[in-house]
């Protein structure tokens, strides 16, 4: 299993829709969890932190499930400007070398179509 | 502030040559790390450095590759000799921390090599 999985997509979803995206990671020790937004032909960017009671930041909605070891990501009437592509984030724990490492999942690819 | 800063934006090299990119992180951040992006495999964690000391370097894919940080301020990262199966996005990124549940990553805008 890897590491962190999502669905690769493209989601194209027209404006003003509600879009989720899924995640899942193996590790069961895992602490920390995020999205991150990804523009084409950009640098990765924080977009928000995922918490364990769930977290909303405007029209997005981060929800961790631990048991089931699943992260969502849900985002309210879609903007042209959401269209990116959405990476999951995971925050390996210490592995005994002093590290701590963020791995990245593949990505979900949205279009919001006008 | 500038955020992070990467050179070149593009590299365009032929196989068997050197190649080296670099880095200048957030002033203030304690913190680097080289990624690799490619379609396939997404972006994978090449080193990442604390305090200037390199901590993790599993990431690194063969002798080929090595990474330095001679101080706070700059890093680089370098391919000797380059082969096109290196043909990616290298992103370096910075943070002020060391892994805390919070922690969050300011990438660069990335070098797109392309080894021919």
């Known amino acids: 299993r890897k590491e962190v999985e999502q669905d690769p997509g493209p989601f194209n979803v027209p404006e003003g829709a509600t879009v989720a995206f899924n995640c899942t990671y193996s590790?069961?020790?895992?602490?920390?969890f995020f999205w991150y937004r990804q523009d084409c032909r950009k640098e990765p960017k924080l977009l928000m932190s995922?918490?364990?009671s769930g977290n909303e930041d405007g029209r997005f909605t981060a929800q961790l499930n631990r048991a089931s070891q699943y992260i969502s990501l849900l985002i309210r009437d879609s903007k042209l400007s959401d269209s990116a592509t959405y990476l999951c984030?995971?925050?390996?724990?210490?592995?005994?070398?002093?590290?701590?490492?963020?791995?990245f999942g593949k990505g979900t690819k949205l279009s919001v179509i006008p | 502030d500038a955020g992070v800063i990467q050179s070149p934006r593009h590299e365009v090299t032929e196989m068997g040559q050197e190649v080296t990119l670099r880095c200048k992180p957030i002033?203030?951040?304690?913190?680097l790390f080289w990624y690799r992006q490619t379609m396939m495999r997404g972006l994978e964690l090449l080193i990442y450095?604390?305090?200037?000391?390199?901590?993790?370097d599993s990431g690194m894919p063969e002798d080929r590759f090595s990474a330095k940080m001679p101080n706070a301020s700059f890093s680089t990262l370098k391919i000797q000799p380059s082969e096109p199966r290196d043909s990616a996005v290298y992103f370096c990124?910075?943070?002020f921390g060391r892994g805390t549940t919070n922690e969050k990553l300011f990438f660069g805008s990335g070098t797109q090599l392309s080894v021919l």
């Open positions: 002033s203030g951040h304690n913190s």
């Open positions: 590790n069961s020790a895992s602490q920390s």
């Open positions: 995922v918490y364990s």
């Open positions: 990124a910075s943070s």
């Open positions: 984030v995971v925050n390996r724990p210490d592995s005994g070398a002093g590290s701590y490492q963020l791995t």
């Open positions: 450095f604390n305090n200037n000391v390199p901590i993790d």
